[in-house]
């Protein structure tokens, strides 16, 4: 699958109010987050190292501990296991995440339109 029309992956709707499809292949996954104004992606952390662009709209992104206000066209990286959060300011947000290894929590959400693939 060399490309891809993202908006023939149906969305799950993760935490209230934002929508991610989440392509990936056998080392890492893109995930196009799209959060409604004011939505929430609570403080947590993973395994995986995580980089990503907010593509549209304002971004309060805490990594570790320290917060900013994104802007559309800023970049980021988190380190594996590193606690962050994620609130859509002023109106809604467009973010793209690129996970590596893939995430196996996000594959088993949406393995039913693309096979895991076997490890």
Known sequence: MPFIDIMQFPPIEAVP????????GEHLM????????????????????QGGMLIKGRLE???????????????????????HQAVAVGGPCLVLDVFSPVREDYAKLFNKYIPVAPK
């Open 61 to 83: 992104l805490t990594i570790g501990d320290e917060t900013r206000v994104c802007e559309a066209g800023a970049m980021f990286l988190i380190p594996p296991n590193t606690p």
């Open 30 to 49: 893109l995930s196009y987050l799209e959060m409604d104004e004011g939505a929430v992606v609570p403080l947590h952390s993973h395994p995986h190292e």
């Open 17 to 24: 109010g934002c929508r991610m499809r989440t392509p990936y």
